[in-house]
């Protein structure tokens, strides 16, 4: 499986960012989604998650300014991130567990949040 990430950026505190994570490959092995980010000097932690029955995990810093999405047929998850901090701020991954519960990664993409 391979993973495409997109939409990291700059942004102003309180505004709001959507990251895109597209899938290709062996999409059919897919089970669950999950976006990562790790900020300089830290270890890479869960932001949320979606299972392949659309059942959500979030780290309690997020939960209700992030919100994570699958679209099946696209084979492509979303994290809508709004009132943005910046403590928000870091590289930003998406990854993959298979059935199998192997992971794959994608490339991270940059979010800075400027206060």
């Known amino acids: 499986v391979q993973l495409q990430a997109s939409g990291g950026g700059l942004v102003q505190a309180g505004g709001s960012l959507r990251l895109s994570c597209a899938a290709s490959?062996?999409?059919?092995?897919?089970?669950?989604f999950g976006w990562y980010r790790q900020a300089s000097g830290n270890q890479r932690d869960l932001v949320a998650s979606?299972?392949?029955?659309?059942?959500?995990n979030y780290a309690s810093s997020v939960k209700g300014r992030f919100t994570i999405s699958r679209d099946n047929a696209k084979n492509t998850v979303y994290l809508q991130m709004n009132s943005l901090k910046s403590e928000d701020t870091a590289v930003y991954y998406c990854?993959?567990?298979?059935?199998?519960?192997?992971?794959?990664w994608g490339k991270g993409t940059q979010v800075t949040v400027s206060s």
């Open positions: 490959g062996s999409t059919f092995s897919i089970n669950t």
């Open positions: 990854k993959v567990m298979t059935w199998r519960s192997m992971n794959y």
């Open positions: 979606i299972s392949s029955g659309g059942t959500t």
